[in-house]
């Protein structure tokens, strides 16, 4: 993956990292918070990658990161070709008309003082750009086109259900038909029927106009249904990547065993590992501190010695499936090696119909990406260019 040739995002070792500094009259950084810890990803044109992990596995920083929303501390994000992590906010501008995003929370994205028609307008205005037919028909139509009324384009934010107001994110996204559209857990704060609507709705955009996602979550069962790969992270490093059946399938990092077994799964292939659970013991260890050689040793069922004082790198070991792993364990050999807790057939876990790996801190998330940001800013920083947050710079001074 990370040697692969994308037509519209490249990502290479990606390191974003935030400063933590002492208290007192004149603070000094004594730390850093790892978020982001050399992340490799690419995304071909109509193309979805499904970008998953626990609440704090650094899956908003990678994505808020690769727009520059985020000023990464490191590594390179190529976006149709163009190396982006150095250009000034100026520079970056054009950049925005391939590049967009849709945010978490769709309460808080929007800015409430500004009317629908101003919001969907706003991308057309800043780019200078008008659409056949002038902007207003232009925003009319896409305001049509993602499912909204167009009689309800005097409407403000605070109008609308979290799922329309999703649609008004979209809308906006799509107005200048990007390449990319980086979509930060765009249906985790909407009900499962709401979001099946709105995952049905990106899709169909993707198909019309060839839009690539990066589609982060921590729902394995709504990046199943919407990925042509996944890739999973822990602790701002990706674990194992490969396409989706196979990720479901046949996953062989012992950290993807474990959120899957919290999944129930309708295949019957996976029948075996459906009858036993991988218990994640613990909490996610700090990214200000993570442990040293892999990372997810001191959650692992599978840890050796070697793992502690060995960085397992990202292997490619089958076609298009890269594990960072120094004991990669297949599903057929899973129950006799790892730590599990058997289920009965009646556990309540079985017919819970959509077992979310972590659930914790879920309202909490969004406020960690747009961390005291105004309701709005997040797409006015989009719009602006610049970043709305930075990490440690140790990349040479931008022009
Ligand atoms: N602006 C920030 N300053 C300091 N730490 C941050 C900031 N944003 C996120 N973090 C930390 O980075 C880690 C990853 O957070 P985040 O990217 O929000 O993860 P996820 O989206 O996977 O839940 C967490 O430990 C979080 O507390
Ligand atoms: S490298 Fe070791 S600790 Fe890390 S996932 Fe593999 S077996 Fe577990
Ligand atoms: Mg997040």
Do not use: W
Request: hydrophobic fraction near 40%.
């Amino acid at each position: 993956m990370t040697n692969q040739t994308s037509d519209v995002l490249d990502v290479t070792d990606l390191r974003t990292y935030f400063p933590v500094r002492s208290r007192g009259l004149i603070p000094r950084t004594i730390g850093a918070v790892k978020a982001v810890d050399g992340v490799s990803l690419s995304l071909d044109a109509g193309e979805t990658l499904g970008l998953v992990g626990e609440s704090g596995s650094g899956k908003t920083t990678a994505a808020r990161s690769i727009l520059m929303l985020v000023r990464p501390t490191g590594g390179s994000v190529k976006i149709d070709g163009e190396e982006i992590t150095d250009l000034s906010a100026r520079k970056l501008m054009p950049i925005r008309r391939k590049a967009q995003m849709i945010f978490q929370d769709p309460y808080n994205a929007l800015n409430p003082r500004h009317t629908v028609g101003a919001i969907i307008t706003a991308p057309f205005k800043v780019q200078k750009v008008v659409p056949p037919g002038g902007v207003k028909k232009g925003v009319l139509e896409l305001m049509e086109r993602v499912g909204l009324n167009p009689e309800h384009y005097n409407r403000y934010p605070n109008e609308f259900s979290g799922g329309q107001r999703q649609r008004i994110g979209i809308a906006r996204a799509i107005a200048l038909r990007p390449k990319l559209i980086v979509c930060d857990e765009p249906v985790s704060a909407l009900d499962v029927s709401i979001q099946a609507q709105i995952l049905n709705l990106l899709r169909d955009l993707q198909k019309e106009f060839g839009i690539a996602y990066l589609f982060v979550a921590h729902d394995l069962a709504v990046v199943r249904q919407i990925s042509h790969r996944v890739a999973v992270m822990y602790l701002g490093k990706i674990m194992e990547t490969a396409p989706r059946e196979l990720i479901y399938s046949r996953p062989l990092h012992p950290y993807t065993h474990s959120l899957l077994s919290a999944v129930p799964v309708p295949d019957p292939k996976r029948q075996a590992h459906r009858k036993s659970r991988i218990v994640l013991h613990g909490d996610l260890p700090s990214p200000i501190d993570p442990p040293s050689g892999c990372v997810f040793r001191t959650r692992c069922f599978q840890a050796q010695e070697r793992c502690a004082v060995e960085v397992p790198p990202l292997v490619e070991l089958a076609p298009g499936h890269h594990v960072a792993c120094h004991f990669p364990i297949a599903v057929e050999d899973l129950p006799a090696r790892a730590e599990v807790q058997a289920l009965t057939a009646d556990d309540p876990q079985e017919a819970t119909p959509d077992v979310q790996i972590v659930s914790r801190e879920e309202a909490a998330d969004g406020a960690a990406g747009a961390a005291g940001k105004g309701r709005g800013a997040q797409e006015e920083a989009l719009d602006e260019g610049g970043a709305a947050e930075e990490g440690v710079s140790l990349n040479k001074p931008r022009a």
